[in-house]
């Protein structure tokens, strides 16, 4: 069972390691699909799917700076509040429900929490 994540840009707040909070621009090309567990816990269960910034690596990335994000789920019995093992650098793309015994995710599945934000010029005019 998968979920595709479409390519865009994420503006996520993480701290590098030994150094002060900083906003990081995320940049991802391609789609990349996510791997949602099995569920046979008895009880239906919710993935949180996060794009999570690795400190140790904002530090010091690699050449290709490919190694800073990553997208990665947190099991939660709860879909109000992620009582898994959420990142301490991510922003929440999703919450998957996951039926017990489910064998495919549909969109139907998945709610959207990406949040958007854009600035626009305004103009004024004076008399």
Do not use: H
Request: charged share 15%.
């Amino acid at each position: 069972m998968t979920v595709a994540v479409t390519a865009g840009t994420a503006y996520v707040t993480g701290t590098p390691s030994t150094q002060n909070s900083q906003t990081f621009r995320v940049v991802s090309s391609t789609e990349e699909d996510v791997t949602i567990s099995a569920n046979s816990s008895g009880s239906t269960k919710y993935d949180w799917l996060y794009l999570k910034l690795d400190a140790t690596n904002l530090n010091n990335p690699n050449v290709a700076g490919d190694n800073v994000a990553t997208l990665v789920t947190s099991r939660s019995s709860s879909i109000s509040s992620d009582d898994g093992t959420p990142p301490t650098y991510g922003i929440l793309l999703a919450i998957v429900t996951v039926a017990n015994g489910a064998v495919s995710i549909t969109n139907g599945n998945i709610k959207d929490m990406r949040t958007q934000a854009s600035i626009g010029a305004s103009t004024s005019e004076s008399t």
